[in-house]
């Protein structure tokens, strides 16, 4: 998969680029429309728990140094085991993609091009990812080493030049419909921070792997900075926001953003960058399955399967009839896939490896002392 390994800023980029995709999209508009006035403190709340979530998982996975989920797995239950949870992770990777991918190209027919059949704009990030992964895969880090900067700092730049269009008086109450509903279904919206499945890969793949604390620490860091920013930005701005907003809601803040009578519409510029941005998500999620994929095999070359999972990505994205089934997904089902897998599943194989592995050491210390005693 890698020529060379992973450096510690490409990295943190890497976990960002999920939630930079997803945030894309409807996300903000779902918490608003479920949070209200209390989005802001949801979002704290949110990304604290995850946080320590990522915290924990580093702990755990400090006892098995230079080894994956997939590697732990096939320690603790074989491989089978170890085919079921790679099936289960490639599975979350290309359907999450795959529908992501309907719902932003769906967007971009409505801004841009809607006359044109969304089969045509699904066809092009296809195509686009299967060329970019004939290349080697650093140079697709290194692109997105470039553009996620670049992505949040557009992030900075929408909060601070619409300041003006503020009402922040629209943070109250504070608590909005209550503390039931903000901390306790809130917790829902730990799926926001998915980014966290890609810390179960990273270990054998950094050049330091001392520094994946660091790395995983500032990732969800800037990640809950990063949601916060978007989430304020929308509920300082506006009163609600349409139930059925089929556009991104960031992009539509966009729209409000304006320097004299020069500089004016400058939405089509954040749309590029995003779909830059969009592009490095959808080659790395390829990228990370084909790689999970040639460790359950043992293929040699993952040549072959450029074009087998491009496919496969095109066709999971054309299965929704509609774009209200595509954005169903995103809200409602997605989340479930996030605590499913990323949290449930992968947290409890490393508790259990860890388990294993203590029981392990403890019988060898005890038969130690025994021979000792004889």
């Known amino acids: 998969m890698l020529k060379s390994k992973i450096g510690t800023l490409e990295a943190i980029m890497l976990v960002l680029t999920i939630i930079v995709a997803q945030t894309m999209l409807s996300l903000p508009n779902h918490i608003l429309k479920t949070y209200k006035s209390a989005s802001i403190l949801n979002v704290i709340y949110v990304s604290i728990l995850a946080i320590l979530i990522t915290y924990v998982i580093f702990l755990l ?10 590697d732990i797995s096939e320690w603790i239950g074989g491989k089978v085991f170890k085919n079921i949870v790679g099936i289960l992770f490639i599975s979350y990777f290309i359907l999450s993609g795959s529908l992501l991918l ?41 692109t997105n080493l470039i553009i996620l900067p670049v992505v949040l700092g557009s992030i900075l730049f929408l909060f601070f030049t619409n300041i003006n269009n503020f009402a922040p008086q629209r943070m109250f109450p504070i608590l909005g419909e209550g503390i039931g509903h903000t901390f306790g279904l809130g917790l829902s919206n730990l799926a926001s921070f998915g980014g966290i499945s890609y810390l179960y ?15 995983a620490l500032t990732s969800i860091g800037i990640t809950a900075l990063y949601l916060l920013l978007s989430i304020s ?35 089509a510029i954040f749309l590029l960058i995003w779909i830059l941005a969009f592009a490095c998500y959808l080659s790395i999620i390829t990228r990370f399955s084909m790689n999970i994929f040639k460790k359950l095999t043992h293929i040699d070359t993952q040549k072959p399967l450029l ?13 929704p009839k509609n774009f209200a089934l595509s954005q169903k997904f ?45």
């Open 102 to 142: 309907r719902n932003f190209c769906e967007s971009l027919k409505i801004i841009y091009y809607p006359m044109t059949n969304i089969i045509f704009i699904i066809g092009f990030f296809v195509i686009s990812i299967c060329l970019a992964n004939r290349f080697d895969f650093n140079a697709t880090l290194r």
């Open 61 to 70: 996975l400090k006892k098995f140094p230079g080894l994956d989920i997939i």
């Open 233 to 267: 930005t929308l509920l300082f701005m506006f009163s609600f926001f349409i139930s059925s907003s089929e556009i991104s809601p960031l992009y539509t803040a966009t729209r409000y953003i304006e320097f004299g009578s020069f500089f004016q519409r400058l939405e």
């Open 330 to 374: 995103e809200s409602e089902i997605y989340p479930y896939l996030v605590f499913a897998i990323v949290f449930a599943l992968g947290i409890g194989i490393l508790v259990i490896a860890n388990l294993q592995k203590r029981k392990s050491k403890n019988a060898s210390q005890t038969q130690s002392l025994e021979r000792k005693e004889a």
């Open 201 to 215: 890969f990273l270990p054998p793949l950094l050049e330091k792997p001392e520094t994946f604390k660091k790395i």
């Open 307 to 319: 074009d087998i999972f491009g496919l496969l990505i095109f066709g999971l994205s054309l299965l």
